[in-house]
């Protein structure tokens, strides 16, 4: 048998055949009204974005310069054309870094330290099953309570204060559902946060936040990744759709220009993508495979790229080779995010099925290289959200780019390299003397440019009888001192501006020689830098969470998930705030555990509780060091047990000896029926309320 009939092989003429079908169903697509239309409308918007942003990306390469330490071309030159020292002292990078690693410390948490939580709304909604058992563990009390009375039905004070107890206990029982549902909820995002890349891409953003105006951070993304996966006997590749996030570079972000965040408005984000970016969007809904290969086939022919000046200036910003423009391996795709009017998307060739109200608008998304469009879709998001967070360091009450830390300090900076420079020029003047020669008084070929020990000067008579001393030698003044003061005014004002000071980035000061002192110090810095954080959790960290959040339970075929909950974003605590919260945690927990009064209080669940949370934020097995809250109450349940067996063992011991001793066998006393009243009170008495409440909590009268 040859391998021919066991593998099907295709033509060279059938394959070829078969991609000229793919690209002229492709072509024939382009070539609709609607997707014309969708491109020009597009392209119209490329480019009023493109035109109108000069000023801001000669802003961002200012401030990556002023990160990588680098003059902008303008002043280098002015500079080399007056000479002297080009030296840079890089204060920016030193206040960036110092600023990131606070943000890193703070936000990139994992586990219990994370900066975000899930947690249900203080009254969670019954289930429908629970409403419904409440009502019959009502009208069961009740009929019982007739069957005592002799059909007398209860009054409407013992009826109400059962129904609000039963409810009470039903909102309890709910409360612990819900933290057990948010739990495992918690646990999911956090597993599709991490296989997302989400850790990776916050550290990109916040090294963003403290270096460019505004930063900004996109999720989630579905693409189709490659991947190692165990089938349950062998390690295999597979591949699937993920969930991702990425840092978005602010270069290549072009908001509308009356934007003030990413909502307000249109926005477009321009990619550069290699081939195996576009096979990631194969396969995934929305894209059109057809057209995503025919741009593969045209990929090599170098007519897919718009070279802008901007990507010159971030080259040569990022110290990269600029023949990276002459480079055939990627092209320029634009993804656009704008509100259409239903009346556009009907006069485009669009179902009216799918626009209910020409007089609306509808969020939509569209990609286009070149002149083709590979995705064309009505945004997926109910409330027409973009899949961007973006904020700033410093926010500008109405204005998408905010303040950077490059942008804060920028002054100081200068004048911080104005006075190194002149220090350095001035260090070099002065540094020895300076010599005046008559050059009249010398013979002929005598070196004046060397100057070593123990050198013998010829001197000569002047032919116009100059009696002035042939050499003379002086000292320059120096100006160090001033120029150093100077230096260090503005770099304290750079700590003030940028609300970095110095000691976050590990320079000693004498307060922070002990550990009150430096605790003191870093909770003042965190005064300023909470406003940062604060930033980030209520413009990224929150939206983000509920949008993955709401992504869950509207495609996860998950039943325990719950949608009366809130996004709680705990970034704003700062360091000190974290260490002060877990001594007062292991304090009360010490309180607990030593006092007898307080054990009887709380119980042994309420023991559990605490020990379990210690254990988290530990970062502990908590499953393998603490009991689960089902095996918690199985104990408890146990022990009541024991303690009835041993109490009614112990009456059973007291009647044999009564009767070995020829007394008669003390009676015992009938406990209280659960349906009889006690003695002196009658059913129209006003105790009837409580007596009912205690019959359902199973204690007696």
Known sequence: MSLMTLVPVASASSLEAEEKARKDAADARQNTQIIQ??????????????????????????????????????????????????????LTSTKCRGASSWLRDTLMGTGADKPWSVDHSPIPDLPPDVVQQ???????????????????????????????????????????????????????????????????????????????????????????RKTMKWNGTVLEPTEELRLEWERVDPFKFYPAPWVSSTNDGFVIERHRLTRADLETLMGVEGYSEDDIRAVLQDFDAGLLKEWLSVDQMQLDAEGKN??????????????????????????????????????????????????????????????????????????????????????????????????????????????????????????????????????????????YQDASRPIEFFQPPSNAAELLGVFEKFMNLADEYSGIPRYLAGEHTPASRTASGLSMLMNNAGKGLKQVVSNIDKDVL??????????????????????????????????????????????????????????????????????RDAAKSLDLSVDSIVPSREEVMQMVAQQAAQQQMMLEAQIAAGQMAAQQQGAPAPMRQPATPKTMLPDGITPAGGREGSLMVNRVSGRNG
């Open 37 to 90: 239309s969708v491109a020009a409308h597009a392209k119209k918007r490329w480019e009023l974005v493109r035109d109108t942003r000069k000023e801001v990306e000669e802003r961002l390469a200012k401030c990556l310069r002023q990160r990588n330490g680098e003059y902008d071309p303008e002043k280098l030159a002015e500079i080399r054309k007056q000479g002297g020292s080009e030296i840079f002292m890089n």
């Open 134 to 224: 409440i009502h019959q563990q009502l009208t069961l009390q009740i009929m019982q309570f007739m069957q005592m009375s002799g059909g007398v039905e209860p009054p409407m004070e013992q009826v109400q204060a059962l129904a609000q107890q039963m409810k009470d206990q039903a909102l309890s029982q709910a409360r612990a559902e819900a933290k057990k549902r948010i739990e495992r909820m918690e646990l999911k995002m956090e597993d599709q946060l991490v296989e997302g890349g989400f850790t990776d891409s916050l550290g990109q953003f916040l090294d963003d936040i403290v270096t460019f105006p505004t930063a900004i951070l996109k999720g989630p993304v579905v693409r189709k």
């Open 322 to 463: 600029s023949s990276a423009k002459d480079d055939a391996e990627l092209v320029d795709a634009i993804q656009l995010w704008d509100e259409v009017p239903g009346q556009w998307l009907l006069d485009w060739g669009m179902s009216a099925d799918g626009v209910l109200d020409k007089e609306k608008t509808y969020p939509c998304e569209v990609w286009m290289i070149g002149s083709r469009v590979i995705k064309a879709v009505l945004n997926y998001d109910p409330l027409g959200r973009k899949p961007y967070y973006a904020t700033s360091y410093e926010r500008i009450p109405g204005a998408f780019w905010g303040n950077g830390v490059a942008d804060l300090i920028r002054d100081c900076q200068q004048m911080c390299n104005a006075a190194a420079r002149a220090l350095s020029n001035n260090m070099g003047i002065s540094s020895g003397p300076q010599v005046g020669v008559n050059v009249s008084r010398l013979p002929p070929g005598e070196a004046i440019t060397q100057m070593y020990p123990w050198k013998v000067w010829q001197f000569q008579n002047s032919d």
């Open 542 to 611: 929150t939206k983000l969470m509920e949008r993955l959040y709401q992504y869950n339970l509207r495609y996860s075929e998950d039943p325990d998930l719950i949608g009366d909950v809130h996004i709680v974003a705990k970034g704003a605590m700062s360091l000190v705030a974290k260490e002060t919260a877990a001594v007062r945690r292991n304090e009360f927990l010490q309180l607990t555990l030593q006092s007898p009064v307080v054990q009887q209080i709380i119980g042994i669940p309420g023991t559990a509780e605490l020990l």
